[in-house]
């Protein structure tokens, strides 16, 4: 049973001695027992004490989903450090900005990064350098070094660098501290849109994990011969908690992927190697487009979840049409969350779900409906949603507040427009900052979003404004299907069906692809940029 009084580490210990010898990840055709994650884990924290670090020091990781960064993040806890994720494709500016800001005394990076970081090697700033090989074999390692002759220039410049195989011990003692002692960091856009740091606790974190077996639909006897991809980068909360740490504390296992490309998932599911999958809307539409993703292996999956972005209806219905097809009694099911609560904390389940909701809070969670006057609203009318719980984060590292007190209850105001119906299904209607004001009305782009990508031909869609002069000047950038006529008509008398004249787009573009942002979801910037 999980104690989420406890630490990330020690309850990790405890599936490990209950589950040595199980698979606790597959990485490139290899496999990592629990036993082995724990040895790697011991090697990093031995690294730690061999450097100085103590407890409450901060370390960077800037990495993508391998077994080294999994131990490392494991080890943090291990020694009570503050861990900091940042996202690897962050420049060199970002990350020493970010460094000096938390005080961190250890950069944990990739070998394939330090081309971009000279600056970062001018500081001589502690480094210890970890490679996507690091725990494969030789012929691995040889025809990745071939391939990437060019990006490893660097990093076999600067021999000096501490890596992998400089950690040479394993008896590291673990480090006793508060599991409500704020240590991890985590990057999001903030409630407000503004980026922010975010703090979190071990006790947020498995507060939300303990309720692993029932978003999943699954028994403890039942999860421990299960496996989850994860694809989602461990700089993203969503891909962090429910990606890579949920199965681990079940005696399941993670299928880590450094970067999601559809081949590897064919082939996990060929090798009877996957069952949970959970994602972006931008992974599931790929899976669709490649014609291997069909047969029979997609019997072995049980649930899949889809989050962190707009989700199209039409992506729901097609992907489910495929598992119905092949003979999966799979679903995949919508959700919703923020960072500020260690991600989900809405979703539908394969037994509770309910078309066009994002499910039902979770049992640790209390979801309320506000006005802009913080007075409670009944079921069916809209407003802010807001959220108390256990899995609340600390506060965000600048000190700014999103947090209001009602009943003597502390919640986090999201930002976000939903309702609550009378079973308590929540409905998320609209980010506050995409909400368009055009003549003095307000416009819900995602009910347009939702209504066009249900036409036939219609990949993706995004409906954005921007002031040109004293006038809101909205567009509707549409992706169709290849081959398929670029119709504004089609579009337009869609739109006329719900919807008032005002919230018709002023202008419709086309285009090819919609851009995509480092963990998959348009990217509403580049397209507005597009237009000068």
């Known amino acids: 049973m999980l104690n989420r009084h406890s630490t990330i580490y020690l309850e990790f210990l405890k599936v490990k001695n209950l589950y040595p010898k199980r698979t606790a990840l597959y990485y490139e055709g290899k496999v990592i027992s629990y036993q082995k994650l724990d040895a790697l884990i011991r090697r990093f924290a031995s690294y730690f ?13 800037v990495a993508p989903n391998t077994p080294e960064s999994v131990a490392c993040f494991f080890a943090s806890s291990m020694k009570g450090l503050k861990i900091h994720l940042i996202l690897p494709l962050a420049t060199e500016e970002t990350i020493i900005k970010e460094m000096k800001e938390k005080n961190s005394k250890l950069l944990v990076t990739l ?4 081309n971009q970081y000279q600056n970062i090697l001018k500081l001589n700033f502690p480094i210890l350098i970890i490679s996507p090989t690091d725990s494969l074999n030789i012929i691995k390692k040889v025809g990745f070094a071939l391939l990437n002759k060019e990006e490893l220039k660097t990093f076999k410049e600067h021999k000096e660098l501490p890596r992998k195989k400089n950690m040479k011990g394993k008896d590291s003692k673990e480090v006793s501290y508060s ?9 999001s856009g903030g409630t407000s849109g503004e980026p922010k740091t975010i703090i979190l606790s071990d006790e947020a974190i498995l507060s939300l994990i303990s309720q692993g077996l029932d978003i999943l639909s699954l028994t403890e006897e039942e999860a421990i011969h299960k496996s989850m991809l994860a694809a989602l980068p461990m700089f993203h909360g969503f891909g962090l908690v429910m990606g890579v740490l949920t199965v681990l504390y079940f005696g399941a296992s993670a299928a880590l992927l450094p970067k999601f490309h559809t081949k590897p998932v064919i082939d996990l599911l060929k090798k009877h190697r996957l069952n949970i999958v959970i ?12 014609p291997h993703f069909d047969g029979k292996m997609l019997q072995d999956l049980d649930v899949l979840f889809v989050g962190g972005d707009f989700i199209s209806p039409s992506l729901l219905e097609r992907f489910n049409t ?17 960072t500020e609560t260690v991600t989900v904390l809405s979703v539908n389940t394969i037994k509770n779900h309910k078309e066009n909701s994002v499910g039902r809070p979770l049992k640790n969670v209390e979801v309320q409906i506000i006005n802009e006057e913080h007075h409670l609203l009944p079921p069916k009318e809209l407003g802010e949603i807001i ?5 609340l984060m600390n506060g965000y590292y600048d000190g700014s507040d999103c947090f209001i007190t009602l009943n003597g209850k502390k919640y986090v105001l999201t930002g976000d427009l939903g309702y609550l119906d009378e079973d308590g299904y929540l409905y998320f209607v609209s980010r506050r900052k995409r909400i368009i004001k055009k003549k003095g009305m307000n416009i819900f782009p995602l009910a347009i979003e ?10 993706e869609c995004a409906y954005l404004s921007r002031n040109e002069g004293k006038n809101e000047v909205t567009y509707l950038f549409v992706a169709m299907k290849e081959g398929l006529q670029e119709d504004e008509n ?21 285009k090819k692809h919609l851009p995509k942002t480092n963990v998959s979801k348009i990217d509403y910037q580049a397209l507005l940029e597009s237009l000068n």
């Open 490 to 510: 089609y579009i337009k008398e869609a739109l006329k069906e719900g919807f008032y004249e005002y919230e018709m787009p002023d202008h419709i573009i086309f």
């Open 179 to 187: 599991p409500t002692f704020g240590r991890v960091f985590l990057s």
């Open 279 to 290: 994602g972006v809307p931008a992974m599931y539409e790929a899976l669709l487009k490649n």
């Open 322 to 338: 495929r598992l119905k097809k092949n003979g999966s009694k799979a679903l995949l099911l919508e959700g919703y969350g923020l």
């Open 111 to 114: 070998s394939l990064f330090l």
């Open 387 to 391: 959220v108390a719980g256990d899995t």
């Open 450 to 459: 939702k209504k066009i990508s249900l036409l036939d031909g219609v990949i």
């Open 49 to 61: 004490d061999s450097i100085g670090l103590k407890k409450e020091d901060t370390i960077t990781l």
